[in-house]
């Protein structure tokens, strides 16, 4: 438990708010936004291809 290890633990807080865009967020928007919705991947592998492809691209 974590009440047993508490001088082992530190809490962080986040900023409540980031004027700069998450460059991670806008790449997974960009990537949903850009692929079609009526194919979708069949299995990871061809998921995992289709990703690369876009980025590739990018």
């Not at 986040?14 to 850009?34: F, H, I, Q, T, V």
Request: charged share 30%.
């Amino acid at each position: 438990m974590i009440a047993d290890r508490q001088d082992e633990a530190e809490l962080h807080f986040p900023p409540s708010y980031s004027p700069e865009p998450n460059p991670d967020e806008l790449g997974n928007a960009d990537l949903k936004r850009s692929l079609p919705h009526a194919h979708l991947a069949g299995n990871r592998t061809e998921l995992a291809a289709r990703t690369r492809r876009f980025f590739h691209r990018r």
